[in-house]
């Protein structure tokens, strides 16, 4: 954040509090919204600490328990599918509720 920008808003006669609502969260935003996804999505697809970490089967997160479907003789595609499909519904719906967001934050880099 420029110290200029800052200090213009000051001078206009801005309070702390409104300098902050209205140009320092409108400006970091898309920058937030592209890191929480990020982070989100991370530890969303995490597999190896949830497994290492919990040993009864009826504390797995989505991820471990549809890995678990899969068996050495038998699988069940049809759970699996379906518990594939409720795992990546959460990170379908956040993408398309923070889709402008992540976009401006993605490419507010790349002008000219």
Known sequence: ?????LDAARVDGVSEFGLWWRIVVPLVRP???VAG???????WNDFFWPLIVTTDENMFVVNL???????????????L??????????????F?????????????????
């Open 65 to 79: 328990g549809t890995a678990s479907l899969i068996g050495p003789f038998e699988s069940q595609y049809g759970v």
């Open 81 to 94: 599918l379906a518990g594939a499909l409720l795992a990546s519904l959460p990170l379908i719906i956040m």
């Open 96 to 112: 398309l509720f923070f889709q402008r967001h992540i976009i401006e934050g993605l490419t507010a880099g790349a002008t000219k």
């Open 37 to 43: 996804t990020i982070t989100f999505l991370s530890y």
């Open 31 to 33: 920058g937030l919204a």
């Open 1 to 5: 954040m420029p110290d200029e920008l």
